[in-house]
């Protein structure tokens, strides 16, 4: 390694599209030569960030990473799916979200996912992510060298978090990791794991994103978090609208919490001398997040690859991700930035 160099984990959170704004985030760290991407856990569009970052990262190095992500995010931006409402893609105005979660056309195709299940297509069924995720050059995406990477999906049958990893990861677990269960028939795959073949549904129900495969000794003990769903709200939802956000804020959000909540736990038992120090001692969690600008969004803007809404994410992505360098780079390897107390309290 470098000397100067500071070696991190990337913990991808999930969120439609609006994982436009992790993109920004990593490009900006890709940016800085003196920061090594040694680990990545991903859910959703975490899970197709992370994969197009390492197998862009091992084909071309930092500049074949962010080739590799801008290729990624403009695929995304083309999607024509009704389920995925295309025909609002193109709107441009600074109260985009407003303008998509109060349309007509968004109201109709809510109600459509709610009253119609995505098996009733019959064979007429297609998953829009395929041809994208299918893209992907899978050899260096699961190759040993670079980034360890490790994508999150919920197994169906008994509600648990399936972490896949090595050549584990194909298309048919990525879709997995990014299946909405009311917009996509589950993926299935065969499972070494329970010799069944399992049926699959989003990562983000147990694991937005999984933190637990980043304790590997071998990686190092700094676990950035890309957030993209706003922890706090303020006010109480009322219209459907808000209630319908809010829910899939707070449900996306449980699992993470969970977890910071046993780090926390563990880290308390240590400073106290209850228990002896091992992995989780070391753990040094940080976060990069702009929730003003997603307070802003909603639900609906994840479903719709806006090409305003993605650029103003990637940009918004940027800043972020500079702010955090700014305050906070010579805290990587030295201690934890966020407030573990105030985040879960």
Same mark, same amino acid.
């Given at each position: 390694?470098?000397?100067?160099?500071?070696?991190?984990?990337?913990?991808?959170?999930?969120?439609?599209?609006?994982?436009?704004?992790?993109?920004?985030?990593?490009?900006?760290?890709?940016?800085?030569?003196?920061?090594?991407?040694?680990?990545?856990?991903?859910?959703?569009?975490?899970?197709?960030?992370?994969?197009?970052?390492?197998?862009?990262?091992?084909?071309?190095?930092?500049?074949?990473?962010?080739?590799?992500?801008?290729?990624?995010?403009?695929?995304?931006?083309?999607?024509?799916?009704?389920?995925?409402?295309?025909?609002?893609?193109?709107?441009?105005?600074?109260?985009?979200?407003?303008?998509?979660?109060?349309?007509?056309?968004?109201?109709?195709?809510?109600?459509?996912?709610?009253?119609?299940?995505?098996?009733?297509?019959?064979? %007429?069924? =297609?998953?829009? /992510? $395929?041809?994208?995720?299918?893209?992907?050059?899978?050899? *260096?995406?699961? #190759? !040993?060298?670079?980034?360890?990477?490790?994508?999150?999906?919920?197994?169906?049958?008994?509600?648990?978090?399936?972490?896949?990893?090595?050549?584990?990861?194909?298309?048919?677990?990525?879709?997995?990791?990014?299946?909405?269960?009311?917009?996509?028939?589950?993926?299935?795959?065969?499972?070494?794991?329970?010799?069944?073949?399992?049926?699959?549904?989003?990562?983000?129900?147990?694991?937005?994103?999984?933190?637990?495969?980043?304790?590997?000794?071998?990686?190092?003990?700094?676990?950035?978090?890309?957030?993209?769903?706003?922890?706090?709200?303020?006010?109480?939802?009322?219209?459907?609208?808000?209630?319908?956000?809010?829910?899939?804020?707070?449900? %996306?959000? =449980?699992?993470? /919490? $969970?977890?910071?909540?046993?780090?926390?736990?563990?880290? *308390?038992?240590? #400073? !106290?001398?209850?228990?002896?120090?091992?992995?989780?001692?070391?753990?040094?969690?940080?976060?990069?997040?702009?929730?003003?600008?997603?307070?802003?969004?909603?639900?609906?803007?994840?479903?719709?690859?806006?090409?305003?809404?993605?650029?103003?994410?990637?940009?918004?992505?940027?800043?972020?991700?500079?702010?955090?360098?700014?305050?906070?780079?010579?805290?990587?390897?030295?201690?934890?930035?966020?407030?573990?107390?105030?985040?879960?309290?």
């Amino acid at each position: 390694m470098v000397m100067g160099v500071k070696r991190i984990n990337l913990a991808l959170q999930g969120g439609g599209a609006h994982g436009a704004f992790t993109w920004g985030v990593l490009d900006r760290i890709l940016e800085d030569e003196q920061i090594e991407i040694a680990g990545i856990s991903g859910t959703s569009a975490g899970a197709l960030n992370g994969a197009a970052l390492k197998a862009g990262m091992i084909s071309g190095g930092r500049a074949g990473a962010r080739e590799n992500l801008d290729w990624l995010w403009e695929k995304v931006g083309a999607v024509a799916d009704a389920r995925l409402v295309h025909w609002m893609r193109n709107i441009a105005t600074d109260r985009v979200a407003r303008a998509i979660e109060y349309s007509p056309a968004y109201a109709l195709a809510d109600a459509w996912a709610r009253t119609v299940s995505p098996y009733s297509y019959g064979p %007429f069924y =297609s998953n829009p /992510l $395929r041809p994208i995720v299918e893209a992907f050059d899978y050899d *260096r995406v699961c #190759a !040993d060298e670079g980034p360890a990477l490790f994508i999150c999906a919920t197994r169906v049958r008994t509600g648990k978090i399936r972490v896949f990893s090595g050549h584990e990861v194909t298309t048919d677990a990525i879709l997995a990791s990014a299946c909405l269960p009311t917009v996509f028939q589950a993926v299935e795959i065969d499972d070494p794991e329970t010799g069944r073949r399992e049926a699959f549904w989003d990562g983000g129900y147990t694991g937005n994103p999984a933190l637990f495969p980043l304790f590997d000794s071998a990686l190092p003990d700094d676990i950035v978090i890309i957030n993209i769903n706003p922890l706090e709200r303020e006010g109480t939802p009322m219209t459907p609208q808000q209630i319908q956000n809010r829910i899939n804020e707070i449900s %996306f959000n =449980s699992s993470l /919490l $969970r977890e910071l909540r046993a780090i926390s736990f563990v880290q *308390r038992l240590l #400073a !106290d001398g209850s228990l002896t120090p091992g992995r989780m001692s070391r753990v040094l969690v940080h976060m990069i997040a702009d929730d003003a600008l997603m307070n802003e969004l909603s639900v609906a803007t994840k479903l719709v690859p806006n090409a305003f809404l993605l650029d103003r994410l990637k940009r918004a992505g940027r800043a972020a991700a500079e702010r955090f360098l700014a305050a906070h780079r010579d805290d990587l390897g030295r201690v934890c930035t966020v407030d573990m107390a105030a985040m879960i309290g």
